[in-house]
């Protein structure tokens, strides 16, 4: 089955430093990447996603970008405020099937 | 509450006795999901049910089972034979259609403490 490997687990950053968080998948035929954001208390929610034929997508301040050839995809976050604190998960799913393999979290903490 | 309402919000098991979390969405999504959450270790699948009356094993199904019977509906039971079930739980949902396709809900979650 699929394995999604996430790094690092924890990140720090200063108010209005980027941050950027990455992972690894191993089936070649996935071909849908979401990112999760879970703050403290909360459910985690989709902050963003791409598909296997695009390469980069942005939203305002968060982009993702994906690397089939080395299997890798990356989030990264610009101009980081500290409502960006929380844990982000990355994710990915194989085919047409509906469930999603997660890897295993990044704890980022924006500090002033 | 975002559509989909997971009950109860904490639960105390002793062990040997079974528990039944219940999960509801009014969402009219065809599949469901519950994912177990533990520190470091991410979302982990359970199970999943991409049509009422259907569910597949997740990646750690050993001590669970569940049933989907409504649309609406897919409780998880944490039977005795799960060793370790001190976790918090998670059940999402999600459609295959539109805008929204394959994005998952999720709802606030059950906290299981076994005494």
């Known amino acids: 089955g699929e394995n999604v490997e996430q790094h690092p687990s924890t990140l720090s950053v200063q108010e209005g430093d980027s941050a950027v968080i990455k992972c690894t998948y191993s089936?070649?035929?996935?071909?849908?990447f979401p990112w999760y954001k879970q703050e403290l208390g909360k459910r985690p929610q989709l902050i963003i996603d791409?598909?296997?034929?695009?390469g980069e997508k942005k939203d305002q301040r968060i982009a993702v970008t994906l690397n089939k050839t080395a299997k890798h995809f990356s989030l990264h976050i610009t101009e980081t405020q500290p409502e960006d604190s929380a844990v982000y998960f990355c994710?990915?799913?194989?085919?047409?099937?509906?469930?999603?393999?997660f890897g295993t979290g990044t704890r980022l903490q924006v500090t002033l | 509450d975002g559509g989909i309402t997971q009950s109860p919000k904490y639960l105390f098991r002793k062990e040997g006795q079974n528990v039944t979390l219940s999960c509801e969405q009014n969402?009219?999504?065809?599949?469901m999901y519950w994912y177990r959450q533990d520190p470091g270790q991410g979302l982990r699948l359970i199970y999943y049910?991409?049509?009422?009356?259907?569910?597949q094993k997740g990646d750690i199904a050993e001590g669970y089972s569940v049933s989907r019977e409504k649309k609406e509906s897919f409780p998880l039971t944490v039977t005795s034979a799960q060793k370790n079930p001190t976790a918090f739980y998670l059940c999402?949902?999600?459609?295959?259609?539109?805008?929204?396709?394959?994005?998952?809900?999720f709802g606030a979650g059950s906290r299981l403490t076994v005494l």
């Open positions: 994710a990915a799913r194989t085919g047409t099937a509906s469930k999603l393999t």
């Open positions: 089936d070649s035929a996935s071909n849908y």
């Open positions: 049910s991409q049509i009422v009356n259907d569910f």
């Open positions: 999402a949902s999600s459609t295959p259609r539109g805008p929204g396709a394959n994005v998952l809900t």
């Open positions: 791409i598909r296997s034929n695009v």
């Open positions: 969402l009219n999504h065809d599949a």
